[in-house]
């Protein structure tokens, strides 16, 4: 995976931003019109002074006396992550996990559309989840192309993972991965992969509670 | 968020092993039976003097002249993180996403016991999801308590999440949440909460896949 920049902010910061725009939303769902770094810091669990540096490389970020306007700052970091740009995104593997998502995560919210998903069990094929219809994915590198699919998530068994990436690649168009399963991928350098094993989360709670770190 | 080092390994130290420890896993299932850092490197997706750093900080990792014994590695590495003690842990909300962690995450494998499961809708109260009995969220305390439950996973609406969670804290005994909800939680400071709001996961990877970081 290549490391580097974009649009002068670090992927740390692209990260932080992501997780600061859902803590300001939920903050206005409170009816609460304007936050100081300092109340941010504590909700997200870092330091005001780390607030001030990632919002500091924002444009118009409705500082005012003690703190933010809400409203404005959600504007900027929206701007600053390109979420009003329309990302094509299919899910691959429709179990639980992956039906989970194509019905709970508000994608169009966050300036992506959910526009494929993908199966190999003939009781999922051509059935509705979240509003879209899952195809076979023998057709996978047909639709991805023809749909201009960008991004896709992998909820698929560990045995099938691999296979399925190398039909992505061979498709062409598709930039990012996002990883469920607990294989790693192989992939050309000009795709990023990300890994959520989700028992890695567990192993890392486990840990950190059981020293209290 | 408490800060800290345990062991003598960071968090970011800690996060990486629990990684490494899943390679190592694939590395063996393809009937490889040593690694070196750079091939570790190469698949993690960082580099090698970062992984020997990680690595070192390990007792008895099995290195060899150009590399690592696998399956010494992974023993150090799951003595570091105690993955052999046993952690008591509960899923709270069994919708799908909820369903599908307990059906498909390999807790006993990496020391963990899934003991308990907890929803408030009649439909699934009393059914068994990976082996466990769903049980009526109304019991939760008295429950969190009689199973000695350690760490809860959150899985509920994001309306609800903040109350469950006020139980738990109420119940005793609960160390570490992970929190899949898209709402950010109140908890005393010897809690530790891992936000995994999918969402942020999705904006992150369409930010840098567009811009190729």
Do not use: W
């Not at 992969?193 to 486990?206: E, H, P, W």
């Amino acid at each position: 995976m290549k490391k580097g920049k974009a649009r002068g902010i670090s992927r740390p910061t692209a990260e932080r931003l992501s997780e600061y725009l859902l803590i300001l939303e939920q903050h206005l769902f409170c009816g609460k019109e304007t936050i100081s770094s300092k109340e941010l810091a504590d909700v997200y669990g870092n330091t005001p002074s780390q607030v001030r540096q990632d919002l500091f490389q924002l444009e118009k970020t409705g500082r005012i006396r003690h703190g933010y306007n809400v409203n404005t700052l959600k504007t900027a970091i929206r701007n600053k992550l390109g979420l009003e740009n329309t990302t094509n995104l299919a899910i691959i593997g429709c179990g639980k996990l992956g039906s989970a998502i194509a019905e709970h995560v508000p994608f169009s919210s966050y300036g992506m559309n959910l526009v494929a998903l993908f199966d190999s069990h003939k009781s999922l094929i051509g059935k509705k989840i979240g509003g879209v219809v899952v195809e076979n994915v023998a057709d996978l590198e047909k639709s991805v192309r023809k749909m201009k699919i960008s991004i896709a998530t992998l909820c698929v068994p560990p045995s099938a993972a691999q296979e399925v990436v190398d039909k992505l690649v061979s498709a062409g168009g598709v930039r990012g991965i996002l990883n469920y399963t607990q294989r790693r991928l192989k992939v050309p350098d000009s795709i990023v992969v990300r890994d959520r094993q989700i028992v890695c989360s567990f192993m890392q709670l486990a840990f950190f509670s059981n020293q209290g770190i």
